[in-house]
């Protein structure tokens, strides 16, 4: 008992040690937040029952935060640290109701050496909030399955309703845990609690419903376009193509499972096709269909390498009961390899208290990988500044991008909305909210930012110019990019590009 305590405490003990890390690293002044965080807490500013690609919990979350901590990045982050807590947590638990504190143990600190729990325990993306609740609803429903008890069976069916709040993707535990109940040959006797087990998790699907119905069912159509079903002329098939997309794709997830630990995935997962016993089966059902969907994706167009992996949960309980059966050699190597895939991440996230992070080489590199996080707070200083030395009052801003406005409404002064001049991009979400032609004629000043287009080619027309410059933020003493600022006087006309792509 003495020993399994330990177990527990180590756990906690790491955990919230790694959880301060990523404060840290959220609270260092040249670390922004990302493009797409951004996005997601102006969608918290303006909240509704679904967004157009997404559905509402990353706003509900980034909502419910910031108005404890306020509008700034930890205010942001803070949710996806605890969901990263959070998923840990249940692996643990997943280990220890399985086999013991110990395999719990090494089964959390698997997951928490992989480089897809790192990004979704350090970035506030729909895919946090959808890792803990599929997690969650995965332990669930098998201790649900084994117990047979009814309550479970609501517990997880919550769970996973709370995960289609999260990214539809989700929907996909369902026919995980059919094909288990097959397999298991459970599904006569548990048939009933099934289809209970359904219904709840269907409960998620309601919000999407009610926007959808008031809005030309736009998701729908982004997500059959994504899946390669609509936007656009149809392509001749492209073998060369689809296998350069697929061995991206496959190569994709080798990384983001830890590379270090690669001899260690590949001999357990040849003893689970062999042995072939049930909860490994079940922990690595998840992981196999979703891996699978998205492959058979990948051949028809390139698949982002993250979308799958929020199933592999389930991989590391089975790799943590693997390292705890092993020889003593093992162990070492799987003890060695974890620590340098927690480590490096450890090392890359912290403050640059040692000095190391100066060194030329370092910082370039730092700089390159952290350059969609950095000179966003730098450029909304700058418009803040031009907005008092050229006196403007009642100004609105602009740009091309939904990335470039997401971060202006973020960091300037007041958050005031920004809006998006579509100049040819796919629709989103601000296609959908109120534009700024309310501003036309009315005497306005409107400021554009741009990081593309050195001009407005004609999709809006002011009186005057009254300013303009090329502004570059710096991360040290490199160039992030170039900004074209310009400062116009009254929109005359507005004539956006008008998408028909979803």
């Known amino acids: 008992m003495k020993s399994e305590s330990r177990y527990t405490l180590g756990f906690w003990t790491i955990t919230l040690l790694l959880a301060i890390v ?5 609270l260092r002044p040249e670390v922004n937040l990302f493009t797409e965080e951004a ?5 918290s500013q303006n909240l509704d029952w679904h967004y157009y690609s997404k559905p509402p919990l990353v706003a509900v979350l980034n909502f419910l935060s910031t108005s404890v901590f306020g509008n700034t990045e930890l205010g942001v982050r803070i949710n996806a640290i605890l969901a990263g807590v959070g998923i840990s947590w249940v692996t643990f638990l997943f280990g220890a109701y399985l086999y013991d504190r110990k395999t719990g143990f090494w089964a959390a600190m698997v997951m928490q050496a992989m480089p897809v729990w790192w990004l979704a325990s350090t970035f506030h993306m729909t895919d946090s909030s959808l890792t803990f609740f599929w997690a969650l609803g995965t332990y669930l429903a098998f201790r649900a399955i084994c117990e047979g008890e009814k309550r479970l069976w609501i517990w997880a069916g919550l769970a996973t309703s709370m995960g289609l709040m999260a990214k539809v993707v989700m929907i996909l535990l369902l026919p995980t845990v059919f094909i288990y109940l097959l397999f298991a040959k459970k599904m006569k006797a548990q048939k009933g609690n099934f289809i209970l087990f359904v219904g709840l998790s269907l409960l998620g699907f309601i919000p999407a419903l009610i926007w959808n119905w008031e809005n030309n069912f736009d998701t729908f159509k982004h997500l059959a376009t994504l899946g390669g079903a609509g936007g656009g002329e149809s392509k001749p098939f492209d073998f060369g193509n689809s296998l350069k997309w697929f061995l ?20 357990c997962f040849l003893e689970i096709f062999k042995v072939k016993e049930k909860s490994s089966i079940y922990l690595i059902l998840p992981g196999l269909v979703t891996f699978s969907a998205f492959a058979a994706l990948s051949f028809l167009k390139r698949t982002e390498v993250n979308w799958p992996v929020f199933a592999y949960t389930g991989f590391s309980v089975i790799l943590g009961a693997w390292i705890v059966r092993q020889s003593k050699a093992w162990r070492r190597y799987a003890k060695g390899a974890i620590m340098l895939s927690i480590g490096i991440p450890v090392i890359f996230l912290l403050p640059d208290f040692s000095g190391l992070k100066s060194i030329p080489a370092i910082e370039r590199g730092e700089q390159k990988a952290l350059n969609r996080l950095s000179g966003h707070h730098t450029l909304a200083k700058r418009l803040d500044f031009l907005k008092d030395s050229l006196d403007l009052e009642n100004e609105f801003y602009f740009s091309d991008s939904y990335h470039t406005s997401s971060e202006l409404s973020f960091y300037l002064a007041g958050h005031p909305q920004s809006y998006v001049m ?9 296609d959908l909210w109120e534009d700024m032609s309310q501003y036309q004629n009315k005497g306005n000043v409107g ?3 741009s990081m593309n287009h050195e001009s407005m080619e004609g999709r809006a027309t002011f009186d005057s110019l009254l300013y303009e410059e090329t502004f570059v933020p710096y991360f040290g003493e490199y160039p992030v990019r170039k900004v074209k600022i310009q400062v116009w006087k009254n929109l005359r006309s507005y004539q956006p590009f008008i998408p028909d792509s979803y």
Request: net charge positive; no cysteine.
């Open 447 to 449: 400021v554009f930012v």
């Open 39 to 43: 996005q997601y807490w102006l969608w």
């Open 248 to 267: 991206e794709y496959f190569s994709g997830q080798l990384a983001i499972i830890s590379v270090f630990l690669l001899p260690a995935w590949i001999l």
């Open 22 to 26: 990523k404060i840290l690293f959220t």
């Open 422 to 430: 579509n100049m040819g991009s796919r629709k989103n979400q601000f």
